[in-house]
């Protein structure tokens, strides 16, 4: 699954270096997800992709592609960081453990303030190319001021989001009550002290989608008939 998400994303930079070549380009549209842990984030995105790429069909020669997880990787190969850097970028603003403090003021690796600044680069040029899905990391801040971009926020009743995450990564209820409470916790302090906004505040969205009252597939369709909407005039 992994490596298959990863080759759309190569496909997706393929075609936008093609379209660079032209001498004229359209703006094209981007979708940003905010999301609460367990829902349903991910699986939203790749539907999202897959129906875009159905009503607005190769826009601008460009497919839809999703970047969540393979961000990290885009970001690496950006900043020609060595792999072994991904292990210091999750989605938390926290202070490292000792030794990685350690190991940060000795040099092995760039500081956490560092991998969020070139994650954020990488972010803003991603949604610059457009025909583009970023979940998390402050997506929607970083893209706020561009006209072709649908900012959306995820979010569901934490007893559903408790049960999808012990079914989805097979966990019993009281670990999954933890893991639910850990990466909302993680996320809203990444997005606190990288760009000083609450991540739960309603403004900074166009909407907000409850996954535990509507369906995945529905939250899909909605978002992508929003973003036809806003982008029918752009063909």
Not at 148 to 175: D, G, M, S, W
Not at 202 to 222: D, I, K
Not at 223 to 233: C, L, P, R, T, Y
Request: some cysteine; overall charge positive.
């Amino acid at each position: 699954m992994f490596s298959t998400s990863l080759d759309k994303c190569r496909g997706y930079l393929k075609a936008q270096t093609r379209l660079a070549a032209k001498q004229a380009r359209q703006e094209l549209p981007v979708v940003t997800i905010s999301r609460e842990a367990g829902a349903g984030a991910v699986t939203i995105a790749r539907l999202l992709a897959e129906l875009l790429n159905r009503q607005i069909p190769g826009k601008g020669g460009c497919p839809w592609t999703v970047f969540d997880r393979d961000l990290v990787e885009k970001v690496l190969e950006d900043h020609k960081l060595p792999k072994a850097i991904k292990q210091f970028m999750p989605e938390d603003a926290a202070v490292f453990s000792p030794g990685s403090l350690v190991e940060e003021l000795l040099g092995l690796h760039p500081s956490s303030w560092t991998l969020a600044h070139h994650t954020t680069d990488t972010i803003f040029r991603l949604a610059h190319m457009g025909n583009v899905i970023l979940v998390g990391r402050g997506s929607n801040v970083i893209s706020a001021d561009l006209k072709n971009a649908f900012h959306v926020r995820l979010v569901a009743p934490r007893e559903v989001r408790i049960q999808r995450a012990a079914e989805l990564y097979q966990l019993t209820e009281t670990k999954a009550a933890i893991f639910v409470r850990k990466n909302d916790r993680a996320r809203a302090r990444y997005v606190k002290v990288h760009f000083k906004v609450a991540i739960d505040d309603p403004l900074q969205y166009h909407a907000t989608f409850n996954t535990g009252r509507m369906s995945f597939e529905a939250t899909a369709r909605l978002i992508a008939e929003a973003v036809s909407s806003e982008n029918a005039g752009c063909s």
